[in-house]
Structure formats: C-alpha cells, structure tokens
C-alpha cells in the first residue's frame, strides 16, 4: 500500500505539474504574440518612414537637379551673349582708357 501512496502522490504532482507548464507556456505565447505585435508596429513604421525618407530624396534630388539645369541654362544665354559680341564688330565700345591703349598701338607700329 505504501506504493499506491506513493504513486498517487507522484501522479498527482504531475498533473499539477502539466496544468502549470500548460499555464505558463499560455502565457508566455500571448506575451511572445503580443512582442511580435509590437515589434511587425515597429517594422512596419521604420518601412513607412525609410519610403517617406526616399520620397524626400528624390524629390530633392529634383528640386536639385531643376535648379542646375536653370543655372546651366541662364550661363548658356550669358555665353552665347558675350560670343556674339564678340564676334559682332558693329557693337564695339569704347573702354575708358580708349586713348591710352591707341597710343601704345601707335607706339608698337612705329618700331
């Protein structure tokens, strides 16, 4: 008989045993499936601003690049201007030390 007590005691000690892991590993899933909750949140947040991040660079990368492009295209103008001028005889001016640049021109010419 001293057996039977001992197995019951032992068979009972592993039921209470079996209901507790059962309990706790319950409650480790609903904390485990909460921490991944939390953590997809955090994915999925870090994902919607790298792509907010992204769509900020190119539109600076635009903005950059509209801006260049109007730049190279104002010194175009200002080149093709100063080519044309140079090139075109009729529109010579006159610079304020005119004279003096004629008299060593006449100077060189005499030697």
């Known amino acids: 008989m001293n057996y039977k007590v001992l197995f019951g005691i032992c068979g009972i000690v592993i039921v209470i045993g079996g209901i507790i892991y059962f309990l706790n590993s319950r409650k ?57 001028n140079i090139f075109d005889e009729s529109n010579i001016t006159e610079t304020k030390n005119e004279e003096a640049k004629k008299k060593i021109f006449d100077d060189l010419n005499d030697i």
């Open 28 to 84: 480790n899933e609903s904390n485990l499936d909460k921490k991944n909750t939390d953590l997809m949140k955090k994915t999925n947040t870090i994902v919607t601003e790298g792509k907010e991040d992204e769509f900020d660079l190119k539109r600076a990368k635009e903005e950059v690049s509209d801006k260049i492009s109007q730049r190279h295209e104002e010194a175009k103008e200002i080149m093709e201007k100063a080519v044309s």
